[in-house]
């Protein structure tokens, strides 16, 4: 019976000694990410996320790292070997076995008196021992059932979630699909999510892990385009960052730590930087600051109450909107997302300082003699490491990732796999350890050479060309298929979905022959178009396919074919002189919304020199068209513009269309001083801040919010 109770009372002092050590470790890690933030302050928002997300994902994992603990770093006093005092003889014995340090057991029997006062010296009394035992369960029962109720209410706002996109009906009408296309278009996005309408919904949120899906509530049906448009920018945003990940991982982290403040501010961090992640993303996507910051606030005062399940990514909140707008409206602060470098940069180092704190573990100091020992065993393993790596010949880290320096990775390999092979020395002979460290090593080394590899441009596409190999093969029948549908068959709608499936081989001969056949045959013109369209993606060598695109833009009988035609030209056109001199014609047709896609292809297709017709369109009587001309001009940079810049920039009266005007004659450069120098004492601070910036050097007036590209046509 007391030997029992001794193993008892002993596991629980470890398991009070593991929970505390796994409180200690949490705090430290959200220490860390709080400091690290703080210095961040000036940074993006997308930067200062990705410090969150880590922070959370690492408090979710330290249990299992804590359980795990391979690190021990000797802390705590040495430890003694055990020495019991044998009292006078007793009428009951007490067996207790002991370790000497060095791995022998020693069996001890020692007598002791059981009285009234509980068990005789050194032991512990039974009454404290069943409080101490009660007391740890009633805090684990505690902690159990706030858990549940919490994960209780996660499933509750899913079901809710559930039966809004239940009963909702979809937004498939074209007023809502174009703008929804275009935006996806804007984001990279291979697919658009779901849009529903729903008649619960108050506010615009984005739901649905496996499935996104983006729920706008019943007033969406009197939304302007713009407004449109902004919503989708921002709730799309959400689904390309992935922003319902981090948010469940909060949500989770706030269950099990729910008793930790400091988990609670990190969870709001985490989806407060997210929001001002996508508000920077649709600003750097084209949304005006100004538009996009005062549709926000229509939306947040419209709604007096937000019932918007917790499990879903509402578009604004009242509590944290002011700082929102803020920051949209702030020219300071940073707008862009952070890029791919950085990212693997801040993730990995975050990822590295979690994973240590996570799996140190305290542990006891060794003897003098023992730590010599060590110490040499140590010693011997790194001269063997080392010198099976001279024997071996590792390649230099610039030829795994293709001329780019790793030292700081190289390094950050080397600790950690070091850190872990420190720990298998401790409790293994020297053969062993040598042997495990080294493949340790072999294996950490090998996992930070590919992440680093994958974070280059150069890397990153051999990563995706290797992918498209092994998915496609190398005799993919796919693009003869298509093109033998879209030649023979009968249905028009299958012949429309064959010309999509086409643009994705539109670099092949054979799809860019069938597409640029159908441009200029094909009786149906949503075939014609679809054709058009896909022809974008097709080399600039095509001759095929830039002459069908020619055609097609002066002298299809659809307008809309002829709209098609002109922005893939301004694709895949290049600087071929036949291109820019069809589009130039095209300035000068009947049509709006074909001279504003070819003023806009002039401005796409690279060109050097502008087209005196380009140059003529800033004298226009339509302000759109007036734009288009100005940002064809900032792409093409020529100074012969200036002068057309300049006077427009004398006699206008827009001030939307002034900045404009400033942006194109920024973009060309030094030669565009004399320009720019008498908007120095320009009256409007704002005008006076973009001509500074533009003096400051090239496209340093920030990011041109127009056009908007043309969108991927889905067809039915």
């Not at 109720?149 to 809710?160: D, H, N, P, R």
């Not at 573990?361 to 393993?381: F, L, N, S």
């Not at 950690?416 to 420190?422: D, G, R, T, V």
């Amino acid at each position: 019976m007391s030997t029992t109770l001794f193993s008892a009372l002993g596991s629980l002092t470890n398991s009070n000694i593991s929970m505390v050590m796994l409180l200690v470790k949490a705090t430290i890690i959200l220490l860390v990410a709080i400091g690290i933030t703080l210095s961040m302050q000036r940074a993006s928002a997308g930067a200062r996320h990705l410090v969150w997300l880590v922070t959370v994902a690492a408090l979710l994992l330290v249990p299992a790292l804590t359980a795990w603990a391979p690190i021990r770093f000797r802390l705590l006093p040495a430890e003694a070997s055990p020495t019991l005092a044998v009292p006078p003889a007793s009428p009951t014995q007490l067996s207790l076995s002991a370790s000497d340090g060095k791995g022998n057991d020693i069996a001890v029997s020692a007598p002791a008196t059981i009285g009234e006062a509980g068990l005789a010296s050194g032991s512990i009394e039974k009454p404290t021992s069943f409080s101490a035992i009660g007391g740890i369960s009633l805090l684990l029962l505690i902690w159990a059932a706030v858990l549940i109720v919490i994960a209780g209410s996660l499933g509750y706002a899913a079901l809710v979630v559930r039966r809004i996109v239940n009963r909702a009906r979809p937004l498939d009408s074209e007023d809502w699909l174009t703008p929804l296309w275009e935006v996806s278009d804007r984001l990279a996005l291979d697919e658009p999510p779901r849009l529903l309408r729903s008649e619960d919904a108050k506010m615009p949120f984005a739901c649905g892990l496996f499935t996104p899906t983006i729920v706008l509530p019943a007033e969406c049906d009197g939304w302007s385009l713009d407004r449109r448009r902004a919503v989708l920018l921002h709730e799309l945003a959400h689904v390309r960052r992935h922003d319902l990940v981090g948010h469940t991982m909060g949500r989770l982290a706030c269950a099990v730590y729910w008793f930790h403040p400091l988990v609670w501010t990190a969870a709001k961090q985490l989806r407060s930087e997210s929001e001002r992640a996508c508000d920077d993303l649709a600003l750097s996507c084209g949304a005006r600051a100004t538009d996009y910051a005062e549709h926000l606030l229509d939306i947040v005062t419209s709604v007096r109450r937000d019932a918007t399940p917790s499990v879903a990514l509402a578009m604004a909140r009242r509590k944290e909107f002011e700082g929102r707008m803020l920051a949209i409206l702030d020219p300071e602060l940073r707008h862009s997302s952070p890029s791919r470098r950085q990212s693997a940069a801040l993730i990995g180092s975050l990822a590295l300082i979690s994973i240590v704190v996570g799996a140190a573990a305290p542990a006891r100091r060794v003897e003098a003699a023992q730590d010599t020992a060590q110490a040499q065993r140590v010693k011997d393993r790194d001269l063997g490491s080392k010198a099976d790596k001279a024997e071996k010949g590792y390649p230099d880290s610039r030829e795994i990732i293709g001329g780019s320096k790793t030292h700081t990775s190289t390094q950050t390999s080397t600790a950690f796999s070091e850190l872990i092979a420190k720990s298998i020395s401790e409790h293994a002979s020297p053969a062993v350890s040598t042997a495990v460290s080294n493949a340790v090593s072999t294996a950490v080394s090998n996992a930070v050479s590919s992440a680093v590899a994958i974070t280059t441009p150069s890397g990153l596409r051999r990563l995706l060309s290797q992918q498209d190999t092994q998915k496609a093969g190398k005799d993919d029948e796919r693009p003869a298929l298509l093109a033998k549908i879209l030649a023979t068959e009968s249905s028009a709608s299958l012949r429309r979905i064959a010309a999509w499936g086409l643009a994705d081989y539109a670099e092949k001969p054979v799809a860019a022959e069938a597409l640029a056949t159908a441009l200029r045959r094909d009786s149906d013109p949503s075939v014609r178009e679809m054709a058009a369209w896909a022809l974008a993606d097709a080399n600039r060598s095509s001759t095929a396919a830039v002459e069908a695109l020619i055609a097609a833009l002066r002298g299809d009988a659809n307008i809309r074919v002829r709209e098609i035609a002109a922005w893939s030209l301004g694709n895949v056109g290049g600087r071929s002189s036949a291109v820019s001199d069809a589009l130039a014609a095209a300035l000068s047709d009947q049509n709006v919304a074909i001279r504003k896609r070819a003023a806009w292809a002039l401005g796409n297709a690279d060109l050097r020199q502008a087209p005196p017709a380009l140059i003529a369109l800033l004298r226009d009587g339509d302000p759109e068209m007036r734009e288009l001309a100005a940002w064809g001009l900032y792409q093409i940079e020529d100074p012969a513009s200036i002068p057309a810049l300049d006077a427009a920039l004398r006699s206008e009266s827009d001030k939307h269309l002034q900045i404009a005007y400033i942006k194109a004659l920024a973009a060309v450069g030094e030669k565009s001083v004399d320009a720019l120098k008498g908007l120095l004492e320009s009256k409007d601070p704002e005008i006076k801040s973009i001509a500074v910036r533009a003096l400051a050097g090239g496209h340093a007036a920030g990011p041109w919010p127009w056009p908007w590209p043309e969108p991927r046509p889905f067809p039915d």
